[in-house]
């Protein structure tokens, strides 16, 4: 392919994307760094855990993505007598023809919402970790695949804890990204209520974008350069997080290909044909963070997972 066909696609990439972010933002007003990195980890696979207070647009921000590429979307609401069979799916007996039939649970979709997923017993979260990990599903035996696009975004709320179930390392580990929403500003606000004074903008929201055209912003992002030196900046950087004095588990590997991928994804995002320190210096908070297990040294004197990353991004050599 040409340089000007690259830089065709290139274009016509960046308008797709474009034209995504856009019909999201109609509906989630004034996020548009949430929207960005909701979109990053889409286009690499990954799966988000969006932890906020209630109110702030989590449910709405999952519906928002799903409605504007036209993916199928499934939400479970997770309660602590949620089963797994909830949400994979169970065989159930047919006497006509005197077998057994797997029924699919809401798993087997494109988007899935797992609202308020630490409410549901370590049981039940453990159901999702075969899906987000290798994107198939082990029932009684036999092996289902899932959607290419499959992408989880959990919610929960990080203030009530009364009836809850913290999420454990293997499945934290398992989401490339952890983030909140936070308030909009007054200006913001008051433009959500104008944009809801007669009905909800999700109601009329259409897709923008079709299936095949995001799986070729995935291929896309896969192509966006990153130079040795920034690969080498990236395990560094992971790489401190498991020799600091204060961190008693630091990131995995896994950590580390999804900081990479990532900062290809918010590079295409953003226009620019390759990667940049700075975007893997903004990614390093919500991918590695909620990966760190501190000390109970650390703990109990008021440390927290983000304060030493940040001290190790700023400790960190940076590729000139």
């Known amino acids: 392919m040409s340089t000007s066909e690259l830089t065709t696609n290139f274009e016509n990439i960046r308008t797709n994307i474009a034209r995504l972010q856009a019909n999201v933002a109609m509906v989630m007003r004034g996020n548009q760094k949430p929207i960005e990195w909701l979109l990053t980890a889409f286009f690499t696979g990954g799966h988000v855990l969006l932890e906020d207070v209630p109110g702030t647009g989590k449910t709405t921000l999952a519906k928002s993505l799903a409605g504007s590429i036209a993916a199928d979307f499934k939400r479970v609401q997770f309660t602590p007598d949620l089963l797994p069979t909830d949400i994979l799916g169970v065989s159930i007996f047919n006497q006509n023809t005197q077998d057994f039939r797997f029924r699919k649970g809401p798993i087997f979709t494109q988007i899935l919402l797992a609202d308020e997923i630490n409410r549901a017993s370590p049981r039940t ?36 804890f009364h009836g809850t179930y913290p999420l454990p390392e293997a499945q934290m580990d398992r989401f490339a990204m952890r983030f909140s929403l936070g308030y909009v500003s007054e200006a913001e606000e008051l433009e959500i209520l104008s944009s809801q004074a007669v009905s909800h903008p999700i109601d009329v929201l259409q897709p923008c974008l079709s299936l095949d055209e995001v799986r070729a912003i995935k291929t896309a992002a896969i192509n966006i350069r990153i130079t040795d030196e920034l690969q080498r900046y990236i395990v560094r950087l992971v790489s401190a997080t498991r020799h600091h004095p204060d961190i008693q ?8 290909i999804a900081l990479m ?6 590079a295409l995002i953003r226009g620019i044909e390759f990667v940049t320190p700075d975007i893997i210096q903004e990614l390093a908070l919500p991918i590695i963070a909620h990966r760190l297990a501190l000390n109970s040294d650390s703990t109990f004197s008021g440390s927290s997972a983000m304060n030493l990353l940040q001290t190790i991004i700023e400790n960190t050599a940076v590729p000139v």
């Open 125 to 160: 979260q453990s159901a999702l970790l075969e899906a987000m990990g290798e994107n198939q599903v082990s029932v009684e035996g036999d092996r289902f695949a899932l959607d290419d696009l499959f992408f989880v975004i959990a919610t929960q709320n990080p203030i009530e």
């Open 261 to 266: 991928k990532s900062a290809q994804a918010l």
């Open 249 to 256: 588990m630091g990131a995995s590997p896994r950590a580390t």
